[in-house]
T-cell receptor, first 113, second 111 residues
Framework: EAGVTQFPSHSVIEKGQTVTLRCDPI?????LYWYRRVMGKEIKFLLH????????ESGMPNNRFLAERTGGTYSTLKVQPAELEDSGVYFC???????????FGSGTQLSVL | GQQLNQSPQSMFIQEGEDVSMNCTSS?????WLWYKQDPGEGPVLLIA?????ELTSNGRLTAQFGITRKDSFLNISASIPSDVGIYFC???????????FGTGTRLKVLA
């Protein structure tokens, strides 16, 4: 069974550009989460989808971040326009039930120069 | 908001030694998850705990759900070089399905 996959694994962009990250959860997992780890600090919650609906987006830093999960399968996280402080590793995780184990992807390392 | 504090922040140990680390919160958790992150990889789930007092093992790893439900412990016995990494605890924030993560314990094993 395939795990959570994320694309790209690395992205280097200039300040002001747009970047879109993609996450494919484990098949059958209704719950999809986005997290971010900045500069070796703790892993911070960004948002939570249940199927295609945003259950909780309280961790989204600002309106430059837009997450979608059309059709309740894969999800995208777009940053537009990117700022220097957006650099970090963006992780996606999925779970079958809402209060069950989270399985993580390998992350996308985003560098904004 | 809720926070999970892990200690120690980092530790250097000799191969073969046992390791203990913990995770504490000022509020109650109903689930504790322990993860390990290797460089360049996502966190990998090690152990999940669902009941106060529960003690669960996974090979050389043993984790306990604290009786107060405000803490959890992870022990690694007879450490080996591949135990190197960052260990995170996580739990669902009160009244939500949002998992929050601890500050991490960075483990280095000296051969």
């Amino acid at each position: 069974e395939a795990g959570v996959t994320q694309f790209p694994s690395h992205s280097v962009i200039e300040k002001g550009q747009t970047v879109t990250l993609r996450c494919d959860p484990i098949s059958g997992h209704d719950n999809l989460y986005w997290y971010r780890r900045v500069m070796g600090k703790e892993i911070k919650f960004l948002l939570h989808f249940v199927k295609e609906s945003k259950q909780d987006e309280s961790g989204m830093p600002n309106n430059r971040f837009l997450a979608e999960r059309t059709g309740g399968t894969y999800s995208t996280l777009k940053v537009q326009p990117a700022e220097l402080e957006d650099s970090g590793v963006y992780f996606c995780a999925s779970s079958q039930g809402s209060n069950e184990k989270l399985f993580f992807g390998s992350g996308t390392q985003l560098s904004v120069l | 908001g809720q926070q999970l504090n892990q200690s120690p922040q980092s530790m250097f140990i000799q191969e073969g030694e046992d390791v203990s680390m913990n995770c504490t919160s000022s509020s109650i958790f109903n689930t504790w998850l322990w993860y390990k992150q290797d460089p360049g990889e996502g966190p990998v789930l090690l152990i999940a705990l669902y009941k106060a007092g529960e003690l669960t093992s996974n090979g050389r790893l043993t984790a306990q759900f604290g009786i107060t439900r405000k803490d959890s412990f992870l022990n690694i016995s007879a450490s080996i070089p591949s135990d190197v990494g960052i260990y995170f605890c996580a739990g669902p924030s009160s009244g939500t399905y949002k998992y929050i993560f601890g500050t991490g314990t960075r483990l280095k094993v000296l051969a």
